[in-house]
């Protein structure tokens, strides 16, 4: 992870600084003086072709222009996660403001202006468009996308936050990357049927739908298969990309969560019998069993700890 900052930058020449440093060397544009005292800071991290950073700054404008794409032409997309503030961008016959949480994405092949907020904040990930245009193709035709509100959204923010914040191996952040353009084509298929996309976005449409269950007894293969109108084989065949049986991923999965949920102060006066069963379990027996051969301690121990260190 690279920083910079103008902060250590005279004031009359941090915006001379940050136009040459990061605009034209990073990522090909064109700034607009803005009238104002500027200040921004970013930290970038690069990955093979993956290109991920955090940007905030005083208000100002950033043009791409014809020129700049000529001068770096970019086969890429770039996803914007507002963090604080907002941008209102400008793209083709496209006009998008976006405020904090609000993910959109931009055709870097296309001119563009966008204007950002006074203390302003943006994750952003530059990936390329083969990623992108292989699981969600119908969003080459449109210059920029704000996303709707998804489920799906709501991992792809918790995507975009550690990749802007991690220190990932490349493989990491190009597995995490591929999830995260997963879950943005499932979030933009309002018009394509879960049963006719490609096996990869079933598992993640399916795995998502199974996490909002975990707390349904009833969650399983059938119940799954149902709501999607795939076959129950098929179902099985997705998980096989996940190295775990149906059975075993729920499991884990209502394990995790009621870890999760015993060592949480909001919840201390919960029992734990109420914390299991609000997760999916229905045999406290069962649940005891299970929870102390993954956690090689019993529920109690497990919430002890949280205890004995607060």
């Known amino acids: 992870m690279v920083s910079w900052s103008t902060d250590t930058i005279n004031e009359r020449?941090?915006?001379?600084?940050?136009?040459?440093?990061?605009?034209?060397?990073?990522?090909?544009?064109?700034?607009e003086a803005p009238s104002e005292r500027f200040s921004a800071r970013i930290q970038v991290r690069?990955?093979?072709?993956?290109?991920?950073?955090?940007?905030?700054?005083?208000?100002y404008q950033i043009i791409r222009t014809g020129r700049d794409i000529a001068r770096a032409p970019a086969d890429h997309y770039t996803i914007y996660m507002q963090l604080r503030g907002q941008t209102a961008i400008e793209q083709?016959?496209?006009?998008?403001?976006?405020?904090?949480?609000?993910?959109?994405?931009?055709d870097c092949r296309q001119p563009f202006r966008a204007m950002l907020s006074n203390d302003g904040c943006r994750a952003i990930?530059?990936?390329?468009?083969?990623?992108?245009?292989?699981?969600?193709p119908w969003l080459h035709r449109r210059a920029v996308y704000k996303f709707s509100s998804s489920h799906f959204l709501d991992l792809a923010r918790r995507h975009m936050?550690?990749?802007?914040?991690?220190?990932?191996s490349e493989n990491e952040s190009n597995l995490m990357t591929e999830n995260l353009c997963n879950l943005l084509a499932l979030a933009s298929a309002t018009d394509a049927p879960l049963n006719r996309l490609q096996?990869?976005?079933?598992?993640?449409?399916?795995?998502?739908?199974?996490?909002?269950?975990?707390?349904?007894p009833e969650l399983s293969p059938h119940f799954v298969a149902e709501h999607f109108d795939i076959s129950v084989?098929?179902?099985?065949?997705?998980?096989?990309?996940?190295?775990?049986?149906?059975?075993?991923?729920?499991?884990?999965?209502?394990?995790?969560?009621?870890?999760?949920?015993?060592r949480d102060p909001l919840q201390r006066t919960h029992s734990i019998s109420e914390i299991a069963y609000n997760?999916?379990?229905?045999?406290?027996?069962?649940?005891?069993?299970?929870?102390?051969?993954?956690?090689?301690?019993?529920?109690?121990q497990w919430r002890h700890e949280l205890v004995k260190s607060s």
């Open 92 to 106: 083709g016959d496209e006009h998008v403001t976006f405020r904090r949480n609000d993910i959109v994405i931009s």
């Open 279 to 300: 997760c999916g379990f229905n045999d406290l027996s069962h649940f005891n069993k299970m929870f102390r051969a993954r956690f090689n301690m019993t529920p109690s």
């Open 46 to 59: 690069n990955a093979g072709s993956l290109r991920f950073a955090t940007c905030e700054s005083t208000s």
């Open 161 to 168: 936050v550690r990749l802007v914040s991690d220190d990932l």
């Open 13 to 31: 020449d941090r915006f001379a600084y940050w136009r040459e440093m990061i605009c034209s060397t990073l990522f090909s544009i064109s700034p």
């Open 125 to 136: 990930a530059v990936v390329p468009r083969a990623m992108v245009n292989s699981r969600a």
């Open 199 to 216: 096996a990869e976005l079933q598992l993640e449409a399916v795995l998502a739908f199974c996490q909002q269950n975990l707390h349904n």
């Open 233 to 262: 084989r098929t179902l099985h065949l997705r998980f096989e990309k996940t190295e775990q049986t149906f059975g075993r991923w729920v499991l884990e999965a209502r394990l995790d969560a009621c870890s999760k949920a015993l």
